[in-house]
Each structure stands twice: as structure tokens, then as C-alpha cells.
């Protein structure tokens, strides 16, 4: 059973940085692929972005392309995003992911078995 744990949420002016971890506790050898999601107020979750296989492949958001950078790191126990020029649009919950799956797209809950228990980003204007 994984166990996935985020960090480094919190408030940003508009323009900022930050940076999003998520810690994979557990047999990791299995875990294909792992993503963000985000859920803002009266929103559905969707998907941020996700990264196969160690970096294989990725997947972005077309609201985030550009700004938002996700990679894995630690034999794919730990996975960042690096989210720059942040906007107010970005204000959500942020969701850690983990997934069994060999056939990953990317965006799609389904796709993941293993969920954080999420982590709040507040961007101010």
C-alpha cells in the first residue's frame, strides 16, 4: 500500500514560484506513473500534470503549459512540480497521484491508484 504525502503549498503573490513535492512512502517499484491534480472552490478536480515512467513521457495542462515543470527524482519515490508565473487561476487544492497503470495518458483520474491527501495553494493578486 502507498502512502503519497505533499509539501510545499502555500501563498504566492501573482508572478511567483513555488515548488510542490510528493513523497511516495512504500514499494514504489510498481508505480508507472504519477500526476498533480487540482481542485478549486465549486470546481471539478483536474489534472495538472503527470509524468511516465521516470520521465519517459509528461503530460501538461494546456492552463499550465509553460509555467508548470514536473519531474521525479529517487528512484521515482519523489515527484516535484515547479510552478512559475503563478496566477490567481491557480488557486486550488493540489493533489498527489501514483499509478499502476501501462497504458497512461495522463489527465485522467482513473489512471491513478494512490491519492495525497492534498495541499492548498493560495496565488494573491
Known amino acids: 500500500q502507498e502512502q ?15 515548488r510542490l513535492s510528493c513523497v511516495a512512502s512504500g514499494p514504489t517499484a510498481s508505480i508507472n506513473c504519477m500526476g498533480w491534480f487540482r481542485q478549486a472552490p465549486g470546481k471539478e478536480r ?9 520521465g519517459a513521457s509528461t503530460y501538461y495542462a494546456d492552463s499550465v503549459k509553460g509555467r508548470f515543470t514536473i519531474t521525479q527524482a529517487n528512484a521515482n519515490s ?3 512540480l515547479q510552478m512559475n508565473n ?8 493540489y493533489y498527489c497521484a501514483a499509478g499502476l497503470t501501462h497504458t497512461w495518458i495522463g489527465p ?10 492534498g495541499i492548498q495553494l493560495t496565488v494573491s493578486s
Open 4 to 18: 503519497l504525502v505533499e509539501s510545499g503549498g502555500g501563498s504566492v503573490q501573482t508572478g511567483g514560484s513555488l
Open 46 to 54: 483536474e489534472g495538472v500534470a503527470g509524468i511516465w515512467s521516470g
Open 78 to 80: 519523489t515527484m516535484y
Open 86 to 93: 503563478l496566477k490567481p487561476d491557480d488557486t486550488a487544492m
Open 108 to 117: 485522467f483520474e482513473y489512471e491513478y491508484t494512490y491519492w495525497g491527501q
